[in-house]
């Protein structure tokens, strides 16, 4: 634990910026030569005559030397498609190259083409879990031979290196804990290990580290509008959501859920471009009184409404999430579900507004209700628990109180999701814990920015970033 403190300093003293997961260099084709490549998984692990799916991944073994590491990352609640380039240009592919070794992103089941089963239905989804996810990581270290290396790689000699960012950085953490006999180190970016049913730090980070003038703004508007809907005039209601272009939304609580969607330009956020500001926060600029907060809240959210619902016949039919009838729970081809599965089992992580004692810029008739209704929508009462197990995954994988050597964890200051992060300011401390892991919490970015090494946001904050993994790693590698 003794390079703990020499960290922290290193990462307070500069103020990095650095490109989230979205930055759109990264986004660029990767070469056939490097996949996609596909490896026989069993589909319960659990079960010895189970037969097997075909899990997707890409390798790129350029700079391989022998026994050098091999870095893994798993690409998370998505298709790895867009996140396949990150073989050749990432922080990853990176690390790779200086370590003389490989790099493989690998599909996560039930996302992408790695499909276990034609559909997401409840039959289906009972292999999608932790566990199963973890273990198929643990078979594919054990058994995968790549078809892009010259000879095999040498077991148990090889030493592999877990890489995550966000659900895929609790992954990678997870790894090191449950097999470290397989897993040698660790870089874990962005990683939301303390799991919670409640999240409402998720925004008040927004309102923490927001523009202060847009944040005052949407604050006493939200206020406002909360008066009304807790209030009770129907007509007053009907008027407020009118104005919104929402007039027959019946129900307060997604008109509350509409009202947070453009938080979600935060995480877009990227060192050289501010959407949450640039988009949205303009919109409050020239308002100087509490009608005018709220019109140019209205006018921002009526156009997005436009957008969003030009596909379908009503708003009603577009935002209501109380019809068990919607399409939205009955279609089970909509890749959606799969991580809707995983939040209404095993993580929940609901966004809601904050307690009555703090201020909010979130209406409180957002609340975990508003999510947790829609999880026996989807999936059945009978199929899905009353509650997320959200405390026994604390209990198993020790959420905050994780801990583990040779793990790098990285967390952006301005991320919400570092409030369950091992870098929380609410998690313990841990300066004094007795394990040889490097901790930093980049000043004024967002989720994972660590991730990338584009041409046009690199910056020396960033290449010292990486020169300190790559230190950590060299270190570790040569004590082995």
Known sequence: MEKWPILLL??????????????????????????????????????????????????????????????????????????????????????????????????????????????FSVASLQTLNTRQSLEDMAYFIKKVELPNLAGTLPRPETKWIMYGGSYSGNLAAWMRQKYPHLVFAAVVSSAPVEIRYDMYQFFDTMRRYGPVECIRKIQAAVAHIDAILFGPFAESKKKIKSLFGVADLDHDDDFAELLTRPFKLWETKTPTVDRFSDEFCV????????????????????????????????????????????????????????????????????????????????????????????????????????????RMMNRIYKGWYISLSRVFWIDGQWDPWRTLAVNSDEAPDRSHWNEDAYYAVLPQSVHHWDFYVSDTTSSFHIEETHKQVHYAMSQWLQEA
């Not at 998505?78 to 050749?88: H, K, L, N, S, Y």
């Not at 009838?325 to 809601?352: F, H, K």
């Open 283 to 390: 919109a409050f600029d020239h308002a100087t009184d509490i009608s005018e907060y709220i019109h140019a809240y209205a006018n921002y959210i009526r156009k997005m409404v436009a957008d969003l619902c030009a596909t379908t016949a009503s708003v009603r039919e577009c935002l209501n999430t109380h019809n068990p009838q919607s399409p939205m729970y009955t279609n089970i081809t909509a890749v959606n579900r799969a991580w809707m599965w995983q939040r209404c089992t095993e993580y929940a992580y609901w966004q809601t507004a904050p307690p009555l004692w703090y201020p909010s810029i979130v209406s409180r008739k957002l609340t975990t209700d508003w999510y947790q209704k829609q999880c026996p929508l989807m999936f059945g009462e009978h199929h899905v628990p009353a509650r997320p197990a959200w």
């Open 10 to 119: 290193f990462f307070a003293v500069f103020c990095f910026s650095l490109p989230p997961v979205n930055a759109q260099s990264i986004h660029a084709s990767v070469e056939r030569r490097y996949g996609p490549f596909y490896f026989q998984q069993p589909i319960d692990h659990f079960n010895r005559h189970s037969v097997s799916f075909q899990q997707r991944y890409w390798a790129n073994t350029d700079w391989y030397q022998e026994g050098a590491p091999v870095i893994l990352y798993n690409a998370g609640e998505g298709p790895a498609d867009e996140r396949a380039a990150f073989v050749t240009n990432s922080s990853m592919a990176l690390l790779a190259r200086q370590l003389h070794g490989i790099v493989i992103v690998i599909e996560h089941r039930f996302y992408g083409k790695s499909m276990p089963s034609a559909n």
